[in-house]
């Protein structure tokens, strides 16, 4: 778990970088959002084809709603983060995007009931938050 994370971070970071110098050179932010999202998930697909089975129960009822609102509001992100990375400094809108750790931790707490070292929690929020204060302060 801890390693994984760590990983995805470090290519995160990497991916992120590429995915906003390739946006600033598109003529479309839309339509390079769209193409950005596609492209991993048929990445996904051709190297994993039987997982198109599993796919059933996201199609179906409720799950199907709760999937068409995760994909809007995860399409509204990509295209306001890239936007905000295409109109200002990486090194400042990065960080300013971090700050969705807080709401992820409260978001988690809240509704997923993840209480288990709760002060480390908020500790680690606070200074993930004072972090970007400092770095995007002048």
Not at 8 to 33: E, L, R
Not at 39 to 65: A, C, E, I
Not at 70 to 91: D, R, W
């Amino acid at each position: 778990g801890i390693f994984m994370g760590l990983l995805t971070g470090v290519i995160f970071g990497f991916a992120t970088v590429a995915w906003v110098y390739v946006g600033k050179h598109a003529p479309d932010t839309a339509s390079w959002t769209a193409l950005s999202f596609l492209g991993p998930s048929l990445v996904v697909l051709l190297t994993n084809p039987r997982s198109v089975s599993k796919m059933k129960p996201f199609f179906r009822g409720d799950m199907l709603v709760r999937m068409t609102l995760l994909g809007v509001f995860y399409s509204i992100s990509g295209l306001t983060q890239l936007m905000a990375f295409k109109a200002g400094n990486v090194s400042l809108v990065a960080p300013l995007a971090q700050t969705s750790i807080v709401l992820t931790i409260l978001l988690a707490v809240i509704f997923l009931h993840e209480r288990t070292r709760l002060w480390q929690k908020a500790i680690a929020t606070m200074a993930c938050f004072l972090g970007v204060l400092l770095i995007v302060a002048k």
